[in-house]
């Protein structure tokens, strides 16, 4: 089983910066990590991809949010791995849960519980 947990979320005024953290812990013993992914869901609407990095490099995102975000490399430590979101010059509609999305070879996925992002005008 595989624990995601987030964390970095909170409130800041439009054009600050935040940086969200996520660190995917346990195993699957028939799989392997292969890519790590932020999504973000606001009140009344779909949940939306918002960047993924993958083991190999490679890396995708939102139009809405190219150029002011950047997610990092995965890394992986005692048998966590962790990627970290980096977000810049926010503006009110960044303003959302942010969730953590661990995927496996299979495919598997695993979610973290979510991490507020609100941003004042």
């Known amino acids: 089983q595989v624990n995601v947990v987030e964390s970095g979320g909170g409130e800041v005024q439009a054009g600050g910066s935040l940086r969200l953290s996520c660190a995917a812990s346990?195993?699957?013993?028939?799989?392997?990590?292969?890519?790590m992914a932020w999504y973000r869901q606001a009140p009344g609407k779909q949940r939306e991809l918002v960047a993924i990095m993958t083991t190999g490099g490679t890396t995708n995102y939102a139009d809405s949010v190219k150029g002011r975000f950047t997610i990092s490399t995965i890394s992986r430590d005692n048998s966590k791995d962790t990627v970290f979101l980096q977000m810049s010059d926010l503006k009110p509609e960044d303003t959302a849960v942010y969730h953590c999305?661990?995927?496996?070879?299979?495919?598997?996925?695993?979610w973290g519980q979510g991490t507020q992002v609100t941003v004042s005008s």
């Open positions: 999305n661990a995927r496996y070879a299979g495919p598997y996925y695993f």
């Open positions: 346990g195993s699957i013993s028939i799989a392997s990590i292969y890519a």
